[in-house]
């Protein structure tokens, strides 16, 4: 690997980091209600959205928010479904994530 794939490699895991702690605090914004991800991502107009959607599948897969259908409301796992149709709110541990009682080095809080 030559020093401009190893940079642009860095550059993209620095970019996860950071956008994995913008859409976490987004959700976290209605913690008390599910938020459409269709409706969090207008709120990050600066991610990319195949870079929102590795956000979603990491956040989920970590159990830090959770996700499900909006119509029929059951429990969905976001890489099986298009994002327009789930919503999600933060887990438990995700708030504790947010409140500084846990530590997650692939999320910048």
Do not use: W
């Given at each position: 690997m030559n020093?401009k794939?190893?940079?642009?490699?860095?550059?993209?895991?620095?970019?996860?980091?950071?956008?994995?702690?913008?859409?976490?605090?987004t959700?976290?914004?209605?913690?008390?209600?599910?938020?459409?991800?269709?409706?969090?991502?207008?709120?990050?107009?600066?991610?990319?959205?195949?870079d929102?959607?590795d956000?979603?599948?990491?956040?989920?897969?970590?159990?830090?928010?959770v996700t499900?259908?909006?119509?029929?409301k059951?429990p969905?796992?976001?890489?099986?479904?298009n994002?327009e149709?789930?919503e999600?709110?933060?887990?438990g541990?995700g708030?504790?994530?947010?409140?500084?009682?846990i530590?997650?080095?692939?999320i910048?809080?």
């Amino acid at each position: 690997m030559n020093e401009k794939d190893t940079a642009l490699q860095l550059m993209k895991a620095a970019r996860f980091i950071k956008n994995n702690g913008r859409v976490l605090r987004t959700i976290n914004i209605l913690r008390h209600t599910y938020s459409a991800l269709s409706e969090v991502k207008y709120a990050l107009p600066n991610v990319e959205e195949c870079d929102y959607l590795d956000c979603i599948n990491f956040l989920h897969s970590e159990q830090y928010i959770v996700t499900r259908n909006i119509k029929s409301k059951n429990p969905v796992d976001p890489s099986d479904c298009n994002y327009e149709d789930i919503e999600a709110k933060l887990s438990g541990k995700g708030i504790r994530l947010l409140a500084g009682k846990i530590e997650d080095d692939l999320i910048e809080v």
